[in-house]
């Protein structure tokens, strides 16, 4: 059964930082793209960032370009986000999601086949 698993969320203050992971069991996860997905309250879903299998390449919205950062440890079969300079429109459900036998990465959510159940990351001003 193919399970993701995300942790690491929590409250923080405007400027702080937080580390989630998403642990991955029942497939070989390395040969798939892997991204981080966030939804805020009456809002849709919307794309974060995404990593290639090999890790060799990655992708991001640009509202967290240069304060996020996607990372995953294939042997661990996990995936990191590492969130800097954190603003209170980052407060959302992270989730992350596995893009089923394709190491390619893409932003839209209907290319990702597993999901996890998600985070919550709340910034408070």
């Known amino acids: 059964q193919v399970q993701l698993v995300e942790s690491g969320g929590g409250l923080v203050q405007a400027g702080g930082s937080l580390r989630l992971s998403c642990a991955a069991s029942g497939r070989t996860f390395s040969r798939d793209a892997m991204g981080w997905f966030r939804q805020a309250p009456g809002k849709e879903r919307e794309f974060v960032a995404a990593?290639?299998?090999?890790?060799?390449?990655?992708y991001y919205a640009d509202s967290v370009k240069g304060r996020f950062t996607i990372s995953r440890d294939n042997a661990e079969n996990t995936v990191y986000l590492q969130m800097n300079s954190l603003k209170p429109e980052d407060t959302a459900v992270y989730y992350c999601a596995a893009r089923a036998g394709s190491p390619y990465i893409t932003s839209s959510l209907d290319d990702y086949d597993y999901w996890g159940q998600g985070t919550q990351v709340t910034v408070s001003s």
């Open positions: 990593i290639t299998g090999s890790g060799r390449a990655t």
